[in-house]
């Protein structure tokens, strides 16, 4: 079985300052993990995913994301956060055997206080 | 390339009629998937198809909800007899075929906000 916990489902942080968004998942295979973004009344845009190839993974808009095997985690992180960069966040994991199925966090709102 | 097509983007419903959503994949996708979003919720999966075949629909609901993916023309998800409950958006998201990849991720629509009165 898989699945993925977001810790914090409202984020704000200060503009300028680090974005950090937690992404916890469970997985009884090798994952794939992935990071997408939202924007009000718009889809899903892939932001970043890993496909175990290097663990620390770079994605757009500067955000990248280290996976943790030891600590089951896939966290997001920006150095610096940007007005722009506010929106819904949400972290999947799927794998081979799930049938090409991802399986979604409940997302983190994430907002940038000027 | 055009991306993941949906439409409409927005649809009414009065309890009890019909509801079709449509999803033109990306070209060169074969595989399409349906999830739905609940407010303050996250995506959840409801379907896998590919061309002419359902795949895994262990997300759907038992009742009411159908899809499909023909060999020519859109994917359809279609509810019927529509109920206050069935208000969301409803996300398509298409992938091509694994054998022909090594980038395993779904593209996603822009989504179809079903309003049910």
């Known amino acids: 079985a898989q699945s993925v916990t977001q810790l914090g489902s409202h984020v704000s942080v200060s503009e300028g300052a680090l974005v950090l968004l937690r992404c916890n998942y469970s997985s009884s295979v090798p994952p794939y993990l992935f990071w997408y973004v939202q924007y009000p009344n718009q889809g899903l845009q892939l932001l970043l995913k890993?496909?175990?190839?290097?663990?620390l993974v770079k994605g757009i808009n500067g955000f990248e994301a280290e996976f943790k095997k030891s600590e089951t985690s896939f966290h997001l992180t920006k150095p610096s956060a940007h007005m722009s960069d506010a929106a819904e966040y949400f972290c999947a994991v799927s794998s081979t055997n799930t049938g090409n199925q991802f399986y979604f966090g409940t997302g983190t709102s994430l907002t940038v206080i000027p | 390339n055009a991306g993941v097509m949906q439409n409409p983007r927005h649809l009414v419903r009065r309890r009890g009629q019909e509801a079709r959503l449509r999803c033109s994949p990306m070209?060169?996708?074969?595989?399409v998937y349906w999830y739905r979003q609940l407010p303050e919720e996250g995506l959840k999966f409801m379907v896998y198809l590919q061309k002419e075949n359902i795949i895994d629909e262990s997300g759907m609901p038992k009742e009411r909800f159908s899809a499909e993916f023909p060999k020519e023309g859109p994917s359809i998800l279609r509810i019927q007899q529509v109920v206050r409950g069935d208000s969301a958006a409803y996300f398509c998201a298409s992938s091509p075929s694994l054998a022909r990849t090594e980038h395993f991720e779904q593209y996603f629509g822009p989504g179809t906000r079903l309003t049910v009165t």
């Open positions: 070209k060169g996708h074969s595989h």
């Open positions: 890993y496909t175990s190839a290097a663990t």
